[in-house]
């Protein structure tokens, strides 16, 4: 008898084994199936003239000295702390986020200084305040933030005063 019953739980295993491989693999590929497609264009320009024109400045004043990345997000440099939260929704908070500029160590590639170059459209309430939760963010990470404002004339000489002066050095 202990044999039948050994030998009924080994069949019904494998039977239910079989059953939820073939669900499994039903569900994955209605769900490839029903998996919508998206197309896509590159875009004219990475950057907007301002930001392209800062871009160029930037390298000129700190290239030597820093990496420079663009439009970093800052779920690129930042994670949520591991506290009493939910770590989905503290990455959702900034996972549309960005900074303008990221200027890392040359080596290590370690976030050191992120740049915003603000316009007349970051005069907006919303704007405002999306710069004060990107600068509290960033300054919990202990990454200090640049302002600077889009001119349309950016000196290299200055810009690398103000860098300095930002990072202490």
């Not at 290239?63 to 440099?77: C, G, K, M, P």
């Amino acid at each position: 008898m202990s044999t039948f019953v050994l030998f009924s739980a080994g069949a019904l295993a494998f039977v239910g084994a079989l059953a939820l491989t073939s669900w499994t693999y039903d569900a994955l590929s209605s769900f490839v199936k029903r998996k919508r497609k998206f197309h896509y264009t590159p875009v004219g320009a990475f950057l907007d003239n301002g930001r392209h024109e800062f871009y160029i400045s930037l390298l000129h004043a700190a290239a030597h000295e820093y990496r420079i990345f663009a439009h970093v997000h800052l779920s690129d440099i930042v994670e949520a702390k591991k506290v009493a939260q939910n770590p989905q929704e503290a990455r959702a908070h900034i996972d549309r986020t960005c900074v303008d500029f990221l200027l890392c160590h040359k080596h290590s590639l370690a976030p050191l200084l992120a740049i915003e170059l603000y316009d007349k459209a970051d005069e907006s309430e919303v704007s405002r305040m999306r710069s004060q939760e990107v600068e509290r963010i960033l300054a919990e990470a202990h990454i200090p933030v640049l302002r600077y404002s889009n001119t349309g004339n950016f000196d290299p000489n200055t810009i690398i005063v103000r860098i300095r002066r930002t990072l202490g050095e």
